[in-house]
């Protein structure tokens, strides 16, 4: 099946750590061309130098998702540099957990214009692409986050329950001209945690992380999986959590 990733021009954005990273590098590590988005340029730079060492095809554009702006820039630079856009990988996004009653109205603010609106830009970047070369898939990183609905994961799991009914909207009306998936992962060893406040909700999430978290490669592997199908083949939906998660 991976005849089906060779030679794809992918989209990656939030990909400076963690599960976008890793999707960067076993994406390109399959023969696909990376363009990857993220804040951090530092980053961006050092991985698409290791992935060129390693033989890959890698390119960056520093990407603040807030603005839709530079989701256009993204897409534009992708088809400008490789010719086309195949995938889009709406991946960046942010966790400020807090419970709902602490009113920390700033990080829901965050979250909603990071995991809602910058998951659309990128839909809305990415669409009239796809829909003038007649094919395309967006996959959007979503989480059991709202699956499972908990304590202190409350505005995060409504921003991300948001993405899953667009996503799924937005696959019912694709009439098979482009693909559209949802991946949802479960706990992940990133450093999606590092910037929650409340130390006591941190580190009660960073000790659980060390005891049940699974690797992004696990989360990469699902994303290579939905692009690898055949092209009238579209992998709606995958939940991917620790064997040992509630
Ligand atoms: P990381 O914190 O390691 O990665 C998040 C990425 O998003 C970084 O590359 C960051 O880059 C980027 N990002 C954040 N804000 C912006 C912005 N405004 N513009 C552009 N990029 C941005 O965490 P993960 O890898 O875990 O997170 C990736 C996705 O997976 C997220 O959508 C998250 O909600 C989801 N997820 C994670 C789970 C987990 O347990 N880790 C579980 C379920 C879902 P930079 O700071 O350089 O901009």
Same mark, same amino acid.
């Given at each position: 099946?991976?005849?089906?990733?060779? /030679?794809?021009?992918?989209?990656?954005?939030? $990909? *400076? *750590?963690?599960?976008?990273?890793?999707?960067?590098?076993?994406?390109? $590590? %399959? /023969?696909?061309?990376?363009?990857?988005? $993220?804040?951090? %340029? +530092?980053?961006? =730079? !050092?991985?698409? @130098?290791?992935?060129?060492? $390693?033989? !890959?095809?890698?390119? &960056?554009?520093?990407?603040d998702i807030k603005k839709r702006s530079d989701l256009v820039q993204l897409v534009n630079f992708?088809?400008?540099? &490789? /010719?086309?856009? +195949?995938?889009?990988?709406?991946n960046a996004g942010i966790a400020r957990l807090s419970r709902v009653d602490d009113l920390q109205v700033t990080d829901w603010e965050e979250m909603i214009d990071v995991n809602i609106k910058g998951t659309l830009y990128g839909i809305a970047a990415a669409l009239p692409v796809f829909k003038q070369q007649g094919s395309g898939h967006i996959i959007n990183i979503i989480s059991t986050s709202g699956i499972k609905i908990v304590p202190v994961q409350g505005i995060y799991a409504g921003t991300k329950n948001a993405v899953r009914t667009i996503t799924e909207a937005?696959?019912? =009306? *694709?009439? /098979?001209? &482009?693909?559209? @998936?949802?991946? *949802?992962? !479960?706990?992940?060893? @990133?450093?999606?945690t590092d910037h929650i406040k409340d130390e006591a909700t941190r580190s009660a999430i960073k000790e659980k992380a060390v005891q049940i978290a699974i690797t992004p490669e696990a989360i990469a592997g699902a994303v290579a999986y939905a692009i690898s199908q055949p092209d009238n083949v579209d992998v709606g939906d995958i939940v991917i959590r620790p064997a040992v998660q509630d």
């Open positions: 099946m991976e005849h089906n990733i060779k /030679g794809k021009v992918i989209t990656i954005t939030g $990909a *400076s *750590s963690g599960i976008g990273e890793a999707t960067a590098i076993m994406l390109a $590590a %399959k /023969g696909a061309k990376v363009v990857l988005g $993220a804040r951090r %340029k +530092d980053r961006l =730079e !050092g991985l698409v @130098t290791r992935i060129k060492a $390693a033989g !890959g095809e890698a390119a &960056y554009v520093v990407t992708a088809c400008e540099t &490789y /010719g086309c856009l +195949d995938v889009i990988v709406n937005l696959r019912q =009306e *694709s009439g /098979g001209k &482009y693909r559209v @998936t949802g991946i *949802s992962p !479960g706990f992940v060893n @990133t450093e999606l």
